[in-house]
């Protein structure tokens, strides 16, 4: 069998086009899109990442301030931050890249993002949005997962998927929009009794763990469709994924690759996003 690859590229083409016409539709109307992209680390990845972000931003049109707190700022700090930007008229956008400063999680800031602002949707009232099924902005790579999904023309309705992963920023939020697509869902973790007997159960299986390899072809069924959510660093210093792609390869109908597949998407979602929320504090 020959895997098809599930490549992000042309769908990410295709927002971005449709994110630039509308970001210099708001410039020209007289206030273009502002993102501020708030950092409390000094990761060399998250810098890789952030600097990919505003280079993302400034080739469609959108203002990106880097505001940057130190890898030493408490909770409290970031807190006030995120309240002031979300506050602050001049920006419609709010990014808080990870990771955090020790002993400060997610959960312990989050909360003061407004929600309308909160383009990755990390905020719990974001999150509790998306599981009531009303308005709001949906986490980008969950969301790149099921419109990956949709491009390639991969049905979902009556579909069983694995989930392998439950963080609040994959797992959970893509369970909550696969369930809206009429999937059925297992959510698989590190507590999951024989994970290669759960996953080989399902027509897609989504691995969102963030540990190289980890899904091999004894997790996948002959035919399955598979998405690599993982990004890893190599020893060669490179980009891998969460699954061993060698070993699925000729056994899963499709497969995403890393890099590649999800990732792009993210990306052009999230300046998506920007220029809805934008859009939305015009009028």
Request: with cysteine.
């Amino acid at each position: 069998m020959d895997t098809v690859s599930l490549t992000g590229k042309e769908l990410a083409a295709a927002i971005n086009a449709d994110t630039k016409q509308r970001a210099q539709a708001l410039t020209a109307a007289g206030a273009g899109p502002r993102l501020a992209l708030i950092v409390a680390n000094d990761d060399p990845a998250s810098a890789w990442y952030v600097n990919s972000l505003r280079k993302a931003a400034e080739r469609l049109g959108i203002d990106c301030d880097r505001i940057d707190l130190g890898a030493d700022a408490t909770a409290e700090r970031i807190r006030a931050e995120l309240t002031e930007r979300s506050a602050d008229p001049a920006f419609d956008a709010i990014m808080l890249q990870t990771p955090l400063p020790a002993g400060v999680t997610l959960d312990d800031v989050s909360p003061a993002i407004a929600a309308d602002k909160d383009v990755d949707g990390v905020s719990p009232l974001s999150l509790g949005l998306l599981a009531a099924g009303l308005d709001g902005f949906v986490p980008a790579t969950a969301q790149a997962v099921v419109e990956l999904l949709k491009h390639h023309e991969i049905a979902l309705s009556g579909r069983h998927v694995a989930v392998v992963g439950r963080s609040n920023v994959v797992g959970k939020p893509l369970a909550q929009l696969l369930l809206a697509e009429n999937a059925t869902v297992t959510v698989c973790h590190s507590r999951t009794t024989d994970l290669p007997s759960v996953t080989s159960a399902a027509d897609i299986v989504v691995a969102a763990v963030g540990r190289a390899g980890l899904i091999t072809g004894e997790h996948v069924r002959a035919g399955a469709v598979v998405v690599d959510v993982g990004t890893n660093e190599a020893p060669d210093g490179g980009i891998v994924g969460d699954v061993d792609a060698a070993s699925v390869q000729g056994k899963a109908a499709s497969l995403s690759p890393v890099p590649g597949g999800v990732g792009p998407v993210t990306t052009a979602l999230l300046m998506r996003h920007v220029v809805e929320a934008a859009e939305k504090h015009r009028g």
